[in-house]
């Protein structure tokens, strides 16, 4: 299984980035998803999640109203749409496959088995 994360790149405050994830060897169909990032010095952090069916998100309150996650379980590929981008967004972004025996939306990367390789994000003031 790889998930392979791209998007990633330098933008001044207040631009709009959107990564990608695309995976092989596992379809995406059935799994939760979901996306982390980490900035230097700093403990990897949750940002977004997504159902298999993309019916229910739930997003990192420093996110919220400015990130969108989605899905296309036909090109087995999960988004994150980031606008109105801060300098602390800048962190890699890495993107994964919750485990299978959790239904719900989780938060906690330990709940998470599979991961992107991570995508840097930099964003300027």
């Known amino acids: 299984v790889q998930l392979q994360a791209s998007g990633g790149g330098s933008v001044q405050a207040g631009g709009s980035l959107r990564l990608s994830c695309a995976a092989s060897?596992?379809?995406?169909?059935?799994?939760?998803m979901g996306w982390f990032r980490q900035a230097p010095g700093k403990e990897r952090e949750f940002v977004a999640t997504?159902?298999?069916?993309?019916?229910?998100?739930y997003y990192a309150d420093s996110v919220k109203g400015r990130f969108t996650i989605s899905r296309d379980n036909g090109k087995n590929t999960v988004y994150l749409q980031m606008n109105s981008l801060k300098a602390e967004d800048s962190a890699v972004y890495y993107c994964?496959?919750?485990?299978?025996?959790?239904?719900?939306?989780?938060?906690?990367?330990?709940?998470?088995?599979?991961w992107g390789q991570g995508t840097q994000v930099t964003v300027s003031s």
């Open positions: 997504i159902t298999w069916s993309g019916s229910r998100t």
């Open positions: 994964a496959s919750q485990r299978p025996s959790y239904s719900d939306l989780r938060t906690s990367e330990y709940d998470y088995d599979y």
């Open positions: 060897g596992r379809t995406l169909r059935r799994y939760v």
